[in-house]
């Protein structure tokens, strides 16, 4: 069956870090490129990060410099290092492969506010 469970999110102030989680069930972790996205309220859902199986990066510009992408292979779970937090990074994320070929999980709520 195919899981996503996304974890990490919380309120931060502006400038706070978080770092976001994402287990996958195997069967679409691998070998699969995997990418985080958002949908704020209002919004599209969006890619934020790309990781390809071999660790190729990709990175939307609004998040270039601040978000980073990483991947276990061994432990079928795809991270992100947020850093630098703005108020527009406000959004629920998720995880999926990239591109988004599999049903959401219930993403990780991110809410950035002073």
């Known amino acids: 069956q195919v899981q996503l469970v996304e974890s990490g999110g919380g309120s931060v102030q502006p400038g706070g870090s978080l770092r976001l989680a994402c287990a996958a069930s195997?069967?679409?972790?691998?070998?699969?490129?995997m990418g985080w996205y958002r949908q704020a309220p209002g919004k599209q859902r969006e890619l934020v990060a790309g990781?390809?199986?071999?660790?190729?990066?990709q990175y939307a510009d609004s998040v270039k410099g601040r978000f980073t992408i990483s991947r276990d292979n061994a432990k079928n779970t795809v991270y992100l290092q947020m850093n630098g937090l703005k108020p527009e990074d406000t959004a629920i994320y998720y995880c999926n492969t990239n591109p988004a070929l599999n049903g959401w999980g219930q993403g990780t709520q991110v809410t950035v506010s002073s």
């Open positions: 990781i390809s199986f071999a660790g190729s990066t």
């Open positions: 195997r069967s679409i972790f691998r070998p699969n490129a």
